[in-house]
């Protein structure tokens, strides 16, 4: 019942820059932390960005001072801004949020987005 889908992927040359939206859809109760995380070639799934629901964020140290990430409580969605993307930042950019669904059950979860391509060129 709960879907997270996300948009925003593409291909830019690098320093180009990226917007990356993600919205929670179906019966949810409540939303916790949202955010962000990649997965590379041949690499782990590795945190982006964080941001919980009080507003505290957390960023990787490798994108710290680049990437934005904020959310839109009213809607249930997370964006995450990419400014001076470089060729490292290439990945399969996935949304995670932690949810707790109205049905079947009331267990919190992490729920994941389908995943949208980021390729940086040099």
């Known amino acids: 019942q709960v879907q997270l889908v996300e948009s925003g992927g593409g291909l830019v040359q690098a320093g180009g820059s990226l917007r990356l939206s993600c919205a929670a859809s179906?019966?949810?109760?409540?939303?916790?932390?949202m955010g962000w995380y990649r997965q590379a070639p041949g690499k782990q799934r590795e945190l982006v960005a964080t941001?919980?629901?009080?507003?505290?964020?957390n960023y990787a140290e490798s994108v710290k001072g680049r990437f934005t990430i904020s959310r839109d409580n009213t809607k249930n969605a997370v964006y995450l801004k990419m400014n001076s993307l470089k060729p490292e930042d290439t990945a399969v950019y996935y949304c995670?949020?932690?949810?707790?669904?109205?049905?079947?059950?009331?267990?919190?979860?992490?729920?994941w987005g389908q995943g949208t391509q980021v390729t940086v060129s040099s």
């Open positions: 179906g019966s949810i109760l409540q939303i916790d932390t």
């Open positions: 941001s919980d629901s009080g507003g505290s964020t």
């Open positions: 995670n949020v932690l949810l707790t669904p109205l049905f079947p059950t009331r267990d919190t979860y992490n729920y």
